[in-house]
Nanobody, 122 residues
Framework: QVQLVESGGGLVQAGGSLRLSCEAS????????MGWYRQAPGKKRELVAV???????NYADSVKGRFTISRDNAKNTVALQMNSLKPEDTAVYYC????????????????WGQGTQVTVSS
């Protein structure tokens, strides 16, 4: 079983910064991609940023130029540096590990973290 543990959420004023971190633990052989999603009240969960094991990154248009995703393949960690935060960035942020190959398993599966609240005040 694989677990994703997130940290770093909190309350910040508009224009401020926060850094989210996520660590995947368990009997992991490889992880295809790790990323961050968010869900605001009454809205669907949306992709914020994702990083593949090969180093490719992708961002939602709404966060380009403000957020930076970084990944450490050896440590199975991913971080999201969020700068110039806006009230519309307020949401629960979830870490996701895509296509996790576990040792001794013949198939890959996705895993989600429990979520961390980010609140940006105006």
């Amino acid at each position: 079983q694989v677990q994703l543990v997130e940290s770093g959420g909190g309350l910040v004023q508009a224009g401020g910064s926060l850094r989210l971190s996520c660590e995947a633990s368990g009997s992991i052989f490889s992880i295809s991609a790790m990323g961050w999603y968010r869900q605001a009240p009454g809205k669907k969960r949306e992709l914020v940023a994702v990083a593949t094991s090969g180093g490719t990154t992708n961002y939602a248009d709404s966060v380009k130029g403000r957020f930076t995703i970084s990944r450490d393949n050896a440590k199975n960690t991913v971080a999201l540096q969020m700068n110039s935060l806006k009230p519309e960035d307020t949401a629960v942020y979830y870490c996701k590990a895509d296509r996790v190959n576990e040792r001794g398993s013949l198939s890959a599966r996705d895993y989600w973290g429990q979520g961390t609240q980010v609140t940006v005040s105006s």
